[in-house]
C-alpha cells in the first residue's frame, strides 16, 4: 500500500482520491476550531500560499476527537477557516483519527510514522503532562495525540515525517521546503 491507494471523505460527500496528487508534497494535517494550536491555521496558510505553486497541497481533516474541540458542522468549521484564517487549501469533512472509526489513512500514516515525543519547550512539557493525566502510556501508542499533528509526505508518496502540535513550524516549512 501507499499513499496514493488512500481517499478522504469531503463535505459534499463524494472521496478526494490522493492518487490525484501523485508527484506533489503533501502535508496532511488534523485541525480544529477551537484548540490552543488553532492560530496555526495563519501558518498553514502561509506555507500553502507561498509553496502550493512549487508542488505542495495541504489536506486539512477536521478532527473532533480531543476534547471536542472541531464542533459544528463541516460548514461551519469551513467558514470559520476561511473568514478568520483566509485558508484556501481543501479542507475534507469531520473525521476521527484514532480508534476504530478512524480513517484508514490515519492508520496508515501512524503506522508509517508512529509517535516519537513532542520535542522540547513549555508546549511540549504541557503536553506530555496533560496526556500522562489521559493515558500513563501515551508514549509507547502511534496514536495522534492531539489536534494539528502534520504528516508530511514526499514526491514518491513517502511518508518522510511527522509533526507533532508542539513542533515549531519553521521546521515543518523548512522540510516541505527541502522537499519542493
Partial sequence: MSIYD??????????LDLKQYEGKVIMIVN???GCGFTPQYEDLEQIYHDCHDKGLEIIDIPCN?????????????????TLTYHTEFPQMRKSDV???HALDLYTYLKGQRPFE???????????????????RNYKSNPDIK?????????????????FEPTA??????DCIEGLL
Fill in 6 to 15: 488512500y481517499s478522504v471523505p469531503t463535505p459534499d460527500g463524494t472521496d
Fill in 31 to 33: 485541525t480544529a476550531t
Fill in 65 to 81: 476527537q480531543f476534547k471536542g474541540q472541531a464542533p459544528g458542522t463541516d460548514e461551519e468549521i469551513h467558514e470559520f477557516c
Fill in 98 to 100: 484514532n480508534g476504530e
Fill in 117 to 135: 515525543g513532542f520535542g522540547r519547550g513549555a508546549k511540549a512539557f504541557a503536553m506530555g503532562v496533560m496526556l500522562k493525566r489521559i493515558d
Fill in 146 to 162: 492531539w489536534n494539528f499533528t502534520k504528516f508530511v509526505i514526499d514526491r514518491a508518496g513517502n511518508v518522510v515525517a511527522r
Fill in 168 to 173: 515549531d513550524m519553521k521546521d515543518v516549512r
